[in-house]
């Protein structure tokens, strides 16, 4: 019996692997994804911060993000237009993957260039790394089965997470060593070395058939079907910024050492989203999607009344006590958020569909992200924190709404 007990269980761990293989080429290119980005828009602003530099000119670099949140402009080019040479979508991925390691490597040149300078490259490296992130979420759409995106929606966060403690925690933590070119170059190595297993992808066998055909539509005729969807994530991604985003400057200002704060950003921060994607996909199923939004957002909003509470009595120690716990809270957000996008995204234009979900309502959050430094210097940070809370609130409220009106509409139909 024992040996047939022990065989079954080396049965399923296999199947496990086997099942587990198919999310590869698309974990190591949201490693990329995380790394890029964090490693252009992640540490600057502490740095410059631990330098002095104000607040409202700090909010600026969140500029480097930018094409995140428009990359709905230029999406429908991705349903409509196929590039030689590759499938349709692991054309674009590999075109825009290419042109951001091209930008990377002349960005490493610049150690001395103007800032205005760097802050364009950076902006145009994150639009090809952006343009990459929505050919990709695309090709899932089109080529996962629906009840493996939850799945996908983990490698989503853990590949992204693993990337930023790349990006962050040893890039950035390695720029004495490295030097500005050293650390630029091996961003950029990296991001070449991580695109090479997407391109050994069945995408043409794999694509979704039963999708029916449609002449496709502008970005504005999809923005007014999926509007109030939008409207729900980016009030929800404001939110979630202006709670708990400028925690680590707040960090800061209370005397955290900078490399404390590093360390939380750039390791930390990633580690606890990694377990927290891996983990959040069974609670979802054991709890229910609505439950596990509500107990993730009620850890955040106890992390933001403790910053708050830290932040009026001087007390570190409680403030990076509530950022933690503003970590994990989050982690547990991030899987079913992501894996509503993808059944939102799912039709004839996928890409459109997914930029308008994540890129326009992160770009209707850019403002508040922005302005949210500036604010909290004109405020303080205890009354920041304690006017950010009621808006925290109200925003995953009404996420939540939408989320438990779209699974009962989806178990109605069944």
């Not at 099942?19 to 190591?28: D, E, H, I, K």
């Not at 090709?139 to 996908?152: K, Y």
């Not at 930023?164 to 650390?183: H, Q, T």
Request: net charge positive.
């Amino acid at each position: 019996m024992t040996g047939s007990a022990d065989s079954a269980l080396g049965i399923r761990a296999i199947d496990r692997v086997a099942g587990l293989r198919p999310l590869a080429p698309f974990f190591c290119l949201y490693v990329t994804f995380g790394a890029t980005l964090g490693f252009l828009s992640g540490g600057a602003p502490l740095i410059l911060r631990a330098r002095g530099v104000d607040l409202a000119e700090v909010g600026l670099l969140q500029l480097i993000n930018l094409p995140v949140g428009l990359t709905f402009l230029w999406a429908p080019a991705l349903d409509r237009i196929r590039l030689p040479g590759l499938p349709h979508r692991i054309g674009w991925i590999a075109a825009a993957q290419v042109g951001a390691v091209v930008l990377l490597i002349t960005l490493s040149f610049g150690a001395h260039w103007p800032l205005l300078a760097l802050l364009a490259l950076a902006i145009a490296a994150c639009a090809c790394v952006a343009t990459m992130d929505i050919a990709l979420e695309a090709l899932v759409v089109e080529t996962v089965p629906a009840d493996r995106r939850a799945s996908m929606a983990s490698a989503k966060l853990c590949g992204a997470s693993l990337g930023g403690i790349l990006g962050v925690g040893v890039l950035v933590g390695s720029y004495d060593s490295l030097g500005w070119r050293g650390a630029v170059l091996a961003c950029a190595a990296l991001d070449l070395l991580c695109l090479l297993p997407i391109l050994g992808y069945p995408e043409a066998r794999l694509r979704d058939a039963g999708i029916a055909p449609e002449r496709l539509s502008g970005p504005l005729v999809r923005l007014r079907r999926l509007a109030g969807r939008v409207l729900a994530l980016g009030a929800y991604f404001a939110a979630a910024y202006l709670l708990s985003g400028p925690n680590t400057l707040a960090l800061l200002d209370l005397g955290v050492p900078l490399a404390q704060v590093g360390f939380l950003t750039g390791t930390v921060l990633p580690a606890v989203n990694l377990v927290m994607a891996l983990a959040a996909g069974g609670l979802a199923a054991r709890f229910g999607t609505v439950r596990l939004i509500a107990a993730g957002a009620l850890g955040v909003l106890a992390s933001g009344g403790l910053m708050a509470g830290a932040c009026a009595g001087g007390m570190a120690d409680l403030a990076v006590a509530a950022t933690v716990l503003s970590f994990v809270a989050g982690g547990f957000l991030g899987v079913p958020v992501f894996n509503m996008i993808y059944r939102w995204a799912q039709g004839p234009q996928p890409a459109t569909d997914y930029a308008l979900l994540f890129g326009a309502a992160f770009f209707a959050a850019m403002p508040l992200r922005v302005a949210a430094p500036a604010l909290a210097g004109w405020i303080g940070w205890p009354g920041y924190f304690a006017a950010t809370l009621p808006l925290y609130a109200a925003a995953v409220g009404w996420l939540a709404v939408a989320v438990d009106r779209t699974l009962r509409t989806a178990g109605a139909a069944r």
